[in-house]
């Protein structure tokens, strides 16, 4: 019964680890997004943000990255 409990466990483990590595991969590909407007159109952050509907959370986030 315990290596049931530990299958979980190791599961569960590797499903956080999955799930915190697609939210960084999203972040990545939003901030490259956000890079390219910027570069391309002469716009500041804010404006390239906006216009790509990036939330309050996810701004606090890559913001500094900028």
Do not use: C, F
């Amino acid at each position: 019964m315990g290596w049931k409990i530990l299958n979980y466990e190791a599961k569960d483990i590797l499903n956080k680890g999955r799930a915190e590595g697609q939210s960084e991969e999203r972040l990545d590909t939003l901030l490259q997004n956000v890079r390219a407007l910027m570069k391309k159109t002469g716009w500041d952050k804010n404006e390239a943000m906006d216009t790509l509907d990036v939330t309050p959370h996810d701004r606090a986030i890559i913001s500094p990255r900028l």
